[in-house]
């Protein structure tokens, strides 16, 4: 005698120990790119930037500056300005000066967190779609593998959202100008590309 089990318990007793041994990770992840987990960190809690090889910050000031250092130019002088600051900067002309860099003894980058308050802007939002999802799972309707990857991507799309209209605190005038952007995390949108998920089995 063949006896079939249509009441799926063993599939079922499978679905909840996948869902107990994997959890869901969203953010910046060192493996893919150290680089942006130091920019999306010091964005994320701010930090106060000092200079470690020299005495200043040479900040660009305007699109050539950007995309050379002041080493590839020969003909740049300091200016000092009445408030104390200090410029590089060339002539431009007769009684014209183009500025160049600024020299910046320290830069304090505010906190812009992204992370933590897109989860808590989004937070309804997320916990509805993981219920809606859930349930398909509980009735073995949707695999754990696919409730994870269509979780994942969600969250991360509710994330880089809020990054993306993220505008406050504002950035300061010189890098708005170096970014044509008011945007304060956005540039050439590297930062938001960046954050992804991982789906981790224990």
């Known amino acids: 005698m063949k006896i079939h089990d249509e009441t799926r318990v063993p599939e079922f007793l499978k679905m909840l120990d996948e869902l107990k041994n994997t959890r869901l990770e969203i953010g910046i992840f060192g493996e893919d790119d150290g680089d942006m987990v130091m920019i999306g960190s010091v964005h994320e809690f701010g930090a106060d930037i000092t200079p470690k090889k020299s005495r200043f910050l040479t900040i660009p000031l305007n699109k050539k ?3 050379k ?5 020969d003909d740049l002088f300091v200016l000092h300005a009445d408030s104390g600051e200090l410029f590089l900067v060339k002539e431009k002309g007769q009684d014209s000066l183009e500025f160049y860099y600024w020299l910046a003894r320290s830069v304090k980058i505010p906190e812009r967190s992204f992370i933590r308050a897109g989860f808590d802007k989004n937070k309804d939002n997320m916990i509805s779609k993981g219920d809606d999802l859930l349930e398909q799972v509980i009735q073995l309707k ?3 593998d696919t409730f994870f990857s269509v979780l994942g991507e969600y969250l991360v799309g509710q994330i880089q959202g809020y990054l993306t209209s993220l505008k406050e605190p504002p950035n300061s005038p010189v890098t708005a100008n170096n970014k044509g952007s008011s945007n304060p995390l956005v540039d050439t949108g590297r930062l938001r590309d960046s954050i992804t998920y991982k789906v981790v089995r224990d």
């Open 65 to 67: 500056a950007k995309e």
């Open 69 to 73: 250092s002041p080493r590839d130019f």
């Open 142 to 144: 949707l695999p754990v």
